[in-house]
């Protein structure tokens, strides 16, 4: 198994960061030709998904959508203030798997893979493992 992971810097409170270059980077480092690629999200109010790479709209558009999905005004109990941050964190899920073929993401053509920030700015880890198979 190869094991990596990074750090990025979010700028936002809600935000999808492009992170694909990362794990195509790892994929690249790993040697692997065939296997799956585990890319995980530590933190409980991140997530790591993937949408649309093509049309940067889209992230917009998502971001858009979430603010208006997740109600703000709720009696939360929570005393950290950010129950939203963590029920969209839950919805989205802490990681994706992607099938490595002939040393490459099997990714759609439209596909990326992005970072879910939902408390920021801070700053964030996205570990990477690689499995050979
Ligand atoms: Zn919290």
């Known amino acids: ?3 990596t992971s990074f750090t990025l810097k979010t700028s936002s409170y809600l935000e999808l960061v492009d992170i694909q270059r990362q794990v195509d980077q790892a994929v690249s480092d790993c040697g692997i030709i065939d296997g799956i690629c585990h890319v995980y999200n530590p933190h409980t109010t991140g997530a790591i998904t993937i949408n649309e790479g093509a049309d940067p709209t889209v992230q917009t558009d998502i971001v858009m959508a979430l603010e208006g999905m ?3 005004s709720l009696d939360y109990r929570h005393m ?3 129950s939203p941050s ?4 839950s919805l989205f899920g ?3 798997t992607i099938f490595v073929e002939n040393g490459q993401l099997l990714l759609g053509t439209w596909q990326k893979i992005y970072f879910c920030e939902f408390d920021g700015p801070r700053t964030r880890t996205v570990h990477v493992r690689v ?3």
């Open 86 to 89: 963590h029920v969209l964190a």
């Open 94 to 96: 802490t990681s994706e």
């Open 80 to 82: 950290e203030g950010n």
């Open 70 to 72: 997740i109600p703000f």
């Open 131 to 133: 499995v050979a198979g």
């Open 1 to 3: 198994m190869y094991k």
